[in-house]
């Protein structure tokens, strides 16, 4: 794997989003909300809000004094899919480690999910995608070792069932496409294409799926997606987590959402993302920070030294690092 697929888990901060876009946007729309929390408490807005930086972009600030360790928020990704490794070893839909999963790039024929809650929020796509006879297009991607067309294809899914707009993900912003990459796209994007076709979907449902969207969706979901590692897996790793610790391949799937991908980067950042047990990121106060202060992660390793952290951002990311940190060259 190289080192941009590896740390292309965090999307390039360039200036062009639309700040009046990101006005209109909802974006509690985005945060986790249990059933739980529903029926009983509302959850307060989480104590952020997304401004201008003196960099001339947008960015994420403290709406108020935030104490070290605090959750800040949770998200639920727009669009999510497992790994080709992981895939019948986790939920099709949350990405949670199932009890008896087999961990396997074999048969995958075996979707499963962990609980009739998410097998109820995956029906609108899931119904689509049963339409189709995917194995062309899953073979390429496998053999290719493409994981971000899988996240395409789910959203094509989820777009045609009418669970989400086809313009979803235009808020983000896409990477600066090499015209390698672009030939390659519309490759993938006709392949799609022709695999729906050859279902019985409706030729106006697909009306929306152009090469023009799939470069698009695919340009965003690039530079956006997050690499999903479980820090619990499941109920036995919780009571052997030495084994977790040395289970090699630790992503389970990739994941794109709205709000996280509005924060910038540090390399010295005073909040984490992570996920516990399923794709719902949790986005944490790494130290005690103060209302005002801009909200940062890191994007990569942190542990990396000065000079592979700025070519790293630089390939992945597009952009060079002006982070405290490494001004001072550390
Ligand atoms: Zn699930
Ligand atoms: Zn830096």
């Not at 729309?29 to 249990?34: E, G, K, L, R, V």
């Not at 119904?127 to 390429?140: L, P, R």
Request: hydrophobic share 35%; aromatic share 10%.
């Amino acid at each position: 794997m190289s080192l941009l697929a590896r740390y292309s888990r965090w999307a390039v901060r360039s200036r062009k989003l639309h700040y009046s876009h990101l006005n209109t946007l909802s974006y509690w729309s985005f945060f986790s909300t249990s059933a739980t929390e529903s029926t009983q408490t509302r959850p307060s807005p989480p104590p952020i809000r997304v401004g201008l930086t003196q960099y001339a972009g947008r960015g994420v600030f403290a709406s108020r004094r935030i104490g070290a360790g605090e959750l800040i928020h949770t998200a639920k990704p727009v669009v999510s899919h497992p790994s080709f490794s992981s895939i019948q070893g986790v939920c099709y839909f949350c990405l949670r480690k199932l009890p008896n999963g087999v961990s396997s790039s074999e048969a995958p024929q075996t979707l499963s999910f962990c609980s009739k809650q998410c097998e109820e929020q995956s029906k609108k796509f899931f119904d689509v995608e049963k339409k189709a006879d995917w194995s062309t297009f899953n073979d390429y991607c496998r053999l290719q070792g493409l994981k971000y067309p899988l996240l395409v294809k789910r959203l094509a899914c989820q777009v045609i069932s009418g669970a989400v707009s086809s313009d979803v993900l235009d808020i983000l912003q896409p990477e600066n496409s090499s015209s390698d990459r672009i030939s390659k796209m519309k490759n993938e994007a006709a392949l799609l294409r022709t695999t729906f076709q050859h279902s019985n979907i409706e030729s106006e449902q697909l009306a929306f799926l152009t090469e023009e969207w799939y470069i698009g969706v695919l340009a965003r979901i690039r530079i956006n997606a997050f690499r999903i590692e479980l820090a619990i897996g499941s109920h036995q790793d919780l009571l052997s987590s030495a084994a977790a610790l040395v289970d090699a391949e630790a992503a389970v799937g990739n994941a794109v959402y709205v709000l996280p991908s509005l924060y910038n980067h540090d390399c010295d950042p005073n909040v984490n993302i992570s996920w516990i047990e399923n794709v719902d990121a949790k986005i944490t106060a790494l130290r005690d920070i103060e209302e005002g202060e801009e909200l940062r992660i890191c994007y990569i390793d942190a542990s990396m030294d000065y000079e592979a952290r700025q070519t790293i951002l630089y390939e992945g990311f597009g952009f060079h690092c002006n982070c405290l940190r490494c001004v001072s060259k550390d």
